[in-house]
């Protein structure tokens, strides 16, 4: 088959686009894939006009490197791999940054009908923010695309009872296990300040309110007077200077300011030595796009301790409550200490408070994550899976939609067409390119 994939690439700071970097060479050992970034999407169009694609693989999600695929989704049908199940933010940030609140309000009100009328009003006057995860603004992806997938199984079958006239399956998400030279570690702690002796705790990814830094500050201040050796490295971009600053103030009223360490931006091929330099990491999330967390799945396979949040699409992962310290699968070894997000400062700082005093504990949760880690997220899966699954959507039909919001299909043709009109002329205009108005 020859594919045409959709994806942001390297140098992009995305982590979509070192997962298709890493991904692409396993899948294409039989398939003649085409790499589709922002900058060579405007090509895609005469080139599978020339000679089509058996076909268009998009990796989506809400960051705003995705925003372009939305102009070609629609017109060219493929296979949607949703990375994000809740698309909201992506569309507010697309269509009410251009000023386009009509087209906005048309597509709110295709995807949720039954929504009340309002909210749309409340998003146009910019306040949104978390609000907009209660409403994925999915509607128009599931109905046009030849196939749906997902890295979640319960996210998967959350998809088909809300699309029952979709095909969708799921794709294990999987990662490469990173390694490190010996000295890597004591490296990174030199460079950015952190005492060889410290136990780090490590959080990898912009650093957003959402990765729950906040709790996390305040749980490292509540055990500093009994752990004087625990630090925090943030690893990933902190944002603009008014964030950062932000975020040292709060390190300051907790008191652990001299023990927190923001990084900035670590290029992939350094992960594995910042993995290195941590005794634990805390994977946490909240709100929620029902995303599957690639980060998390390196700390895993790096077989270090993981605290993450107790979201119901994880439900199926074994882990131990730090509220009771009961496990959640008694069957089977927990993988991770998981935080109750009704109670999660106190349940926050339990799971950390341990994981500093208890070594046992935390060896056994590393020991068990890397097991997971290498039965059910190896790249080799995941590649697997697409191979499996690209074949099958290749072989399903574009779905005929006539009723899609008049900014998916408008060529944009209308003045050409009257001109012509007015000489008594019918415009017979080319298909139309994807229109960046999408």
């Given at each position: 088959m020859r594919i045409a994939w959709f994806t942001p690439l390297p140098p992009e700071r995305s982590g979509i686009a070192a997962y298709s970097a890493e991904l692409l060479p396993l899948v294409a050992r039989d398939d003649a894939i085409v790499r589709v970034d922002e900058s060579a999407a405007h090509d895609f169009?005469?080139?599978?006009?020339?000679?089509?694609?058996?076909?268009?693989?998009?990796?989506?999600?809400?960051?705003?490197?995705?925003?372009?695929m939305w102009a070609y989704l629609v017109r060219y049908p493929g296979l949607v791999v949703l990375h994000d199940a809740r698309l909201h933010q992506a569309r507010a940030r697309r269509l009410l940054r251009a000023s386009r609140f009509d087209d906005y309000r048309a597509e709110f009100r295709y995807d949720h009908p039954d929504a009340v009328a309002d909210f749309v009003e409340y998003a146009v006057e910019g306040l949104g923010g978390p609000i907009y995860y209660f409403w994925s603004m999915l509607r128009v992806v599931m109905k046009t695309a030849r196939g749906i997938a997902a890295h979640n199984e319960r996210v998967v079958d959350e998809l088909r009872t809300s699309y029952p006239e979709s095909w969708i399956d799921t794709i294990r998400m999987g990662v490469p296990p990173l390694s490190a030279p010996p000295e890597a570690a004591a490296r990174?702690?030199?460079?950015?300040?952190?005492?060889?002796?410290?136990?780090v705790f490590a959080?990898?990814?912009?650093?957003?309110?959402?990765?729950?830094?906040?709790?996390?500050?305040?749980?490292?201040?509540?055990?500093?007077?009994?752990?004087?050796?625990?630090h925090?490295?943030?690893?990933?971009?902190?944002?603009?200077?008014?964030?950062?600053?932000?975020?040292?103030?709060?390190?300051?009223?907790r008191g652990v300011a001299d023990r927190v360490h923001v990084t900035g931006f670590v290029p992939d091929e350094a992960i594995g030595d910042y993995l290195s330099a941590a005794d634990a990491c805390l994977c946490l999330r909240w709100p929620t796009a029902l995303e599957s967390s690639a980060s998390w799945l390196r700390c895993l396979a790096a077989e270090r301790a993981t605290v993450t949040s107790d979201l119901a699409h994880l439900v199926d992962v074994p882990a131990v409550e730090a509220r009771n310290w009961r496990?959640?699968?008694?069957?089977?070894?927990?993988?991770?200490?998981?935080?109750?997000?009704?109670?999660?400062?106190?349940?926050?700082?339990?799971?950390?408070?341990?994981?500093?005093?208890?070594?046992?504990?935390?060896?056994?949760?590393?020991?068990?994550?890397?097991?997971?880690?290498?039965?059910?997220?190896?790249?080799?899966?995941?590649?697997a899976d697409y191979r499996r699954i690209l074949p099958i959507a290749a072989a399903r039909p574009a779905p005929v939609v006539s009723d899609l919001p008049r900014h998916f299909t408008d060529d944009h043709g209308d003045l050409a067409?009257?001109?012509?009109?007015?000489?008594?002329?019918?415009?017979?205009?080319?298909?139309?390119?994807?229109s960046s108005h999408r």
């Open positions: 169009v005469w080139k599978h006009q020339l000679d089509p694609y058996d076909l268009v693989v998009y990796q989506l999600g809400n960051a705003a490197c995705h925003d372009y990174v702690r030199r460079i950015h300040g952190v005492p060889q002796e410290a136990f959080s990898f990814g912009k650093v957003t309110p959402e990765k729950r830094t906040t709790p996390i500050l305040a749980a490292l201040g509540r055990i500093a007077g009994s752990h004087p050796q625990a925090l490295l943030l690893v990933g971009d902190a944002g603009d200077a008014r964030a950062q600053t932000a975020l040292h103030a709060d390190a300051q009223r496990a959640t699968d008694p069957s089977r070894a927990p993988i991770a200490v998981s935080v109750d997000l009704v109670d999660e400062e106190e349940s926050l700082y339990r799971a950390m408070e341990r994981l500093v005093r208890d070594a046992a504990f935390r060896q056994a949760i590393a020991g068990a994550g890397r097991q997971y880690w290498s039965t059910h997220h190896t790249l080799e899966m995941m590649a067409r009257a001109i012509a009109s007015t000489y008594g002329v019918t415009a017979r205009l080319p298909q139309a390119s994807p």
